[in-house]
T-cell receptor, first 113, second 116 residues
């Protein structure tokens, strides 16, 4: 069965600092991996996804994530945090033969001025 | 173009009542999904439609929950004999093809259900 573990339910970084949100997954078959963002009072929005090919995936708003099969990880990074990045971030996995997405519990990112 | 829309945005009901939640997917999307998000949790899969048929309903918690998509477009999630534990935000998503293709799922704003 698939599962996702997000380390840290809350992460605080200073404006301009590196953002690192950690995600580990388990899957019995090659996975599809996703990061979604949920801004206050808004719906889920896809930041980026990995399906096949290049393991470093670039997404919207300057975010990127690297699929590391050996570590079963898909950590999300952004070189320089902006106040507008404050939101809840969800890592998610689905299997290549399946369509249901399994979400992690989420990490709330706080940006300190 | 228009995104996924859900109605109502908020629904308050009493324990034991019946509710229907509606989802209008993006035009032309063949796959439609329902998820439930409880407070402080990530979305939890409920059911997935490919066209008119339910391809995977393994996430429905019990037989009080039922969903339909009769014409392959709009879907309705139906909850009978609501319980306080059903209170959550119900999310709908659609994707172009589904079928294990890793399609992007586009989410609606959700319906917040409160069972008193």
């Amino acid at each position: 069965a698939q599962s996702v573990t997000q380390l840290g339910s809350h992460v605080s970084v200073s404006e301009g600092a590196l953002v690192l949100l950690r995600c580990n997954y388990s899957s019995s078959v090659p996975p599809y991996l996703f990061w979604y963002v949920q801004y206050p009072n808004q719906g889920l929005q896809l930041l980026l996804k990995y399906t096949t090919g290049a393991t470093l995936v670039k997404g919207i708003n300057g975010f990127e994530a690297e699929f590391k099969k050996s570590e079963t990880s898909f950590h999300l990074t952004k070189p320089s945090a902006h106040m507008s990045d404050a939101a809840e971030y969800f890592c998610a996995v689905s299997e290549t033969r399946d369509d249901k997405i399994i979400f992690g519990k989420g990490t709330r990112l706080h940006i300190l001025p | 173009g228009a995104g996924v829309s859900q109605t109502p945005s908020n629904k308050v009901t009493e324990k034991g009542k019946y509710v229907e939640l509606r989802c209008d997917p993006i035009s032309g999307h063949t796959a439609l999904y329902w998820y439930r998000q409880s407070l402080g949790q990530g979305p939890e899969f409920l059911i997935y439609f490919q066209g008119t048929g339910a391809a995977d309903d393994s996430g429905l918690p019990n037989d009080r929950f039922f969903a339909v998509r009769p014409e392959g477009s709009v879907s309705t999630l139906k909850i009978q004999r609501t319980e306080r534990g059903d209170s959550a935000v119900y999310l709908c998503a659609s994707s172009l093809m589904g079928q294990g293709a890793g399609d992007t799922q586009y989410f609606g704003p959700g319906t917040r259900l409160t069972v008193l």
